[in-house]
């Protein structure tokens, strides 16, 4: 495609239940990062993947979250059990090489906990 | 749509002047630093790009300068427009981090008026 997808744009869960955001990279790109972005702040990190192995997971804030990309492409973001302090925008970024290099931000999925 | 600039620091400039936005980092081993545009609802998009062994960059109409002695950043945008007004986020980066997972400061939000 010609840039990254999330999907949905939009999110409304209770407190308690499971949520998955999708994230298509752009295709080749070997690189795949997730940031959490509460509101009125920068963007942080979550975990990172390379192709289908997630190198990276020291972000993620509990063991409610959840990552995988089992094919190296599209990734899913899945929080269990969703609490309020869980809603922010979910950005997806790609990188076309291993280290380094331009990451492509999708528009991210905006995530409301009631 | 969203707002991320809520309690961002702000910065208002007529349309035509020349706008600089600082950031300051923290971590001396950072080696990449990078600029992004934040629209509202939108993720962040790639403005500019500078390595540690360059203490200037110039783009179309913007400029980052590296000021590595005190770990200070700035984007200078000539001639303000008002398709410029957004968030803009610094971002860093250092090759010993796996992945090259970015490090995003507070954000400025720039508001140009016509």
């Known amino acids: 495609g010609a840039g990254v997808s999330q999907s949905p744009r939009y999110k409304v869960a209770k407190r308690g239940q499971d949520v998955a955001l999708r994230c298509d990279p752009i295709?080749?790109?070997?690189?795949l990062f997730w940031y959490q972005q509460a509101l009125g702040q920068g963007p942080e990190f979550l975990t990172y993947?390379?192709?289908?192995?997630?190198?990276?997971k020291s972000g993620l804030p509990s063991d409610r979250f959840f990552a995988e990309r089992p094919e190296g492409s599209v990734s899913t973001l899945k929080i269990q059990r969703t609490q309020q302090e869980d809603s922010a925008v979910y950005l997806c970024?790609?990188?076309?090489?291993?280290?380094?290099?331009?990451?492509?931000f999708g528009p991210g999925t905006r995530l409301t906990v009631l | 749509g969203e707002s991320v600039g809520l309690h961002l620091p702000t910065l208002s400039v007529q349309e035509g002047d020349n706008s600089i936005i600082n950031c300051a980092y923290s971590?001396?081993?950072?080696?990449?630093f990078i600029w992004y545009k934040q629209e509202s609802g939108k993720g962040p998009q790639f403005i500019i790009d500078i390595r540690s062994n360059m203490d200037k960059r110039q783009g179309q109409r913007v400029t980052v300068l590296l000021n590595k002695t005190v770990k200070h950043l700035s984007l200078q945008i000539a001639a303000t427009q008002p398709g410029d007004s957004a968030v803009y986020f610094c971002a860093e980066n250092t090759k010993e981090t796996s992945g090259s997972r970015l490090t995003f400061g507070e954000g400025t939000q720039l508001t140009v008026n016509p």
């Open positions: 971590n001396s081993a950072s080696d990449y």
């Open positions: 970024a790609s990188s076309m090489g291993l280290v380094g290099g331009e990451q492509f």
């Open positions: 993947f390379q192709n289908e192995a997630q190198l990276d």
């Open positions: 295709s080749g790109h070997v690189s």
